[in-house]
């Protein structure tokens, strides 16, 4: 974890912890050098009490135009894998690892989506603790493995942990009474990348990999009561 001298959104963190406050902080982050290039910090949207929160890696091309979360190509496809998994998307809370876009630009002025360093998603992590602080979901789903080494440590492997439920390691410092459940899959955009005959089959996977996030929200509202 990040001392508090060491670089990070640690120290743009107000003390008012409510998600309009963490929002507008967010907007002037410097806590990395990735707010140098991008347009705007993409922060986290979804109902302030929703039950499933779901962790991207970094905002891409258009949420970094528009300045919200999932509106592109793996947006839409996270919202149709949602349906079919019976999770309604207007109850999700959706974030990313990393709240800036990082990317090259190619000679035809194109920009090109480069994966956050390690340094980068711990220098963000403050904001995603704070989030799931102030949303107290039931279950968390990481998005590809950008995500769920944020929160489940760099020794996970999406490919052998993928769909299954688990607890959020003790190292994650949390200040909620009931921790949130964790379950990793593949990102969206992966989904949308593969042209090959597997197609259908990733597609499937990751619907069921939500499916079991869902469940496992039941399983903790019952514990709740
Ligand atoms: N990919 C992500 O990881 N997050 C977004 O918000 C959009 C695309
Ligand atoms: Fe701050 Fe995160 Fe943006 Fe870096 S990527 S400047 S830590 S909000």
Known sequence: MATTKAPGAGRYLP????????????????????YENATQT???EGPRDAPLMLVGEEPGDQEDRQGHPFVGPAGRLLARALDAAGI???????????KHFKFTRKETKR???QKPSRTEVVACRPWLIAEIEAVRPQVIV???ATAAQA???TAFRVSTGRGEVLDLPAEVELRVRQRPMVVATVHPSAVVRDRS???????????ADLRA?????RRVARRAV
């Open 15 to 34: 003390e008012n912890r409510t998600l309009p406050a963490l929002r507008h902080a967010a907007s002037g982050c410097r806590g990395c050098t990735l």
């Open 42 to 44: 993409v922060f986290g």
């Open 88 to 98: 309604d998307p207007e109850r999700t809370y959706q974030t990313n690892a990393v």
């Open 111 to 113: 920009r090109i989506h």
């Open 142 to 144: 990481c998005l590809g």
């Open 151 to 153: 929160l489940l440590g």
């Open 197 to 207: 005959d597997q197609r259908e089959e990733t597609y499937r996977q990751f619907v």
């Open 213 to 217: 996030a869902r469940s496992a929200g």
